[in-house]
């Protein structure tokens, strides 16, 4: 008797497309089912596995580099596979949604890559997800265009050898896509975003003298990386393309992969381009593992908390260490400031922020570093021009001189800056209006002139819950509640109406955002991410 046949992709409660037939055939979908019934038991296993380890954080308060794989730490001999041409030099990149206007400008923006983003800058609604891979592909064939209805300008690519190099980020292993499933359960998003994206082109970029590249999110420890890599492995003889075409940079945005930097890059070393320092999810992830701590994990407002915090030193200063030394891109943190058309003081003060920011990250040995917006990518290429001259990157600096033990990363009370009540409001402010927004199916959102992504609620709701759990005292001298929390966001939701109009409010999302975020601010059980019960929200 043979087999039964496996069960086809279904694709549930989804309105059809434009042009979807494009991206949904029938071999894509296959290709993802494929990747669905291989790896997703071992997804499953792995993030049950986060909630081991959280539990052991929160009886010890404590992380260190692992004893098991010490190993594989003190030998020097291996490094990851030298970087293609396309990803030798990455001294600029230029992060942003996959909608056509924002392809076509990511990849004209002079940036050397363009992190095109179906993660924290997109709000995973059905169109987002299909209509985005559809737009990568158009821009790779040539035939993508846009036409702005307000103003009438119309946007065309560049020539291919103008164009910026696209790293493609797929959704975290904890993320689910709804719309499509297999026996009645849905497909993880990562394997829907990369499975899609790397089927329709993979052989495409290659005949382009590029490849496939990704970014890959919220990896907390290497296990989850040698995931990623036995998806590449399987992905690469599917399509029938040579073992080591793909590369990934791995975004070391959560405090365990902290630990686990070289583990990582050497579970990922035949596919493995660089590692990335993200600034708001590894702050958030600092509060969300050690948030029943006590007081000396109680991180200060948000802006307060920079590059140059010692805790914040010591992270980055190991990312270029442990990069360099095994031959990887170390690539730094976001320049988030959006201009201004209408105050040139203001646009004057951030971009010496950002050319002090960037000349800081060129200076440690970053290789490259991101922006937000087109018109940070010449002040950034100034500083790492500066630095790099006519080299691709500076990857033979060691920083030899770098030694981070593992209480450092976690020093968090090595700051001297205290929660305000200024941070409380922000805080609050950033959080309702970014849900809002991304319950419209908008990811990147710009807020009080910086560029916000779901990085940013997350920070933002967690310090709201971690303060209020601390009891902390605010510079005013009032104590941080459940109460006090409310009363700032019924204050927040009063002003927005009285700032966009009746109308506009009601055809908003305000309330439900401002709901939302108390939600996940005020429940004593702490939703791992914001986006898991937003989703649940989140039409289309």
């Known amino acids: 008797m043979s087999a039964p046949a496996p069960s086809p992709l279904a694709i549930v409660d989804a309105e059809p497309l434009p042009r979807q037939e494009e991206v949904l055939t029938d071999a894509a979908l296959a290709f993802v089912a494929e990747l669905h019934r291989r790896f997703t038991p071992r997804r499953d296993e792995l993030l049950a596995r986060r909630a081991e380890r959280r539990a052991e954080i929160a009886r010890t308060s404590s992380l260190d580099f692992l004893p098991e794989t010490a190993a594989i730490r003190a030998d020097d001999s291996w490094k990851v596979a030298p970087a293609p041409a396309a990803l030798n030099d990455r001294r600029v990149e230029i992060t942003g949604p996959t909608d056509r206007k924002m392809t076509i400008n990511a990849l004209n923006s002079g940036a050397k890559v363009w992190l095109a983003d179906f993660e924290d800058a997109s709000a995973p609604t059905w169109e987002n997800v299909v209509l985005g891979q559809l737009n990568l592909t158009a821009a790779y064939t040539r035939t993508i265009d846009f036409t702005d209805e307000r103003t009438g300008k119309s946007y065309a690519l560049r020539p291919n050898e103008e164009l910026a190099t696209v790293v493609m980020r797929p959704r975290g292993w904890h993320l689910d896509e709804r719309h499509l499933q297999v026996d009645g359960r849905p497909v993880p998003g990562a394997l829907v975003d990369f499975g899609l994206y790397f089927f329709h082109n993979a052989q495409r970029l290659l005949d382009l003298g590029k490849g496939p590249y990704f970014y890959l999110p919220k990896t907390e420890s290497h296990l989850e990386a040698r995931l990623w890599n036995e998806v590449f492995v399987f992905a690469q003889d599917y399509v029938g393309i040579p073992q080591g075409t793909v590369r990934a940079t791995v975004l070391i945005e959560t405090i365990t992969a902290a630990y686990e930097m070289e583990e990582i890059l050497y579970e990922l070393r035949d596919h493995a381009s660089g590692l990335n320092a993200g ?4 702050l958030f992830s600092i509060v969300k593992n050690f948030r029943d701590g006590g007081a000396k994990f109680v991180l200060p407002d948000r802006n307060a908390v920079t590059m140059t915090a010692p805790f914040m030193r010591a992270y980055t200063e190991l990312l270029v260490r442990t990069c360099h030394k095994r031959g990887a891109h170390a690539i730094g943190g976001m320049a988030a400031f959006i201009p201004s058309r209408r105050d040139a003081e203001v646009n004057k003060v951030a971009f010496e922020k950002v050319r002090a920011d960037k000349d800081r990250e060129a200076g440690d040995g970053f290789d490259g570093s991101w922006v937000a917006h087109p018109d940070l990518v010449p002040i950034a290429m100034e500083s790492f021009d500066k630095v790099l ?8 600096r060691l920083r030899e001189d770098v030694d981070v033990r593992a209480a450092d990363l976690i020093a968090v009370d090595s700051l001297d800056a205290k929660p305000t009540y200024a941070g409380l409001v922000n805080a609050v402010q950033v959080g309702i209006r970014y849900i809002e927004a991304w319950l419209r199916g908008l990811g990147a959102v710009a807020i009080f002139n910086l560029m916000e992504d779901a990085a940013t609620a997350e920070i933002s709701r967690s310090q709201i819950w971690q303060w ?3 009891k902390v005292v605010l510079d ?19 002003n927005i109406r009285a700032e966009i109009g009746d109308e506009a409010f ?11 975020l108390l939600t996940v601010s005020l429940d004593e059980d702490y939703a791992d991410f914001l986006t898991l019960p937003a989703y649940e929200q989140l039409k289309g």
């Open 279 to 282: 600034r708001w999810d590894y």
């Open 389 to 396: 001259g006519d080299k691709p990157n500076q990857k033979d």
């Open 468 to 470: 209020i759990n601390a």
């Open 476 to 494: 005013n001298g009032e104590q941080v509640t459940a109460e006090l929390a409310r009363k700032v966001a019924a204050e927040e939701l009063a």
């Open 506 to 516: 009601a055809a908003g999302n305000w309330q439900q955002a401002h709901d939302l």
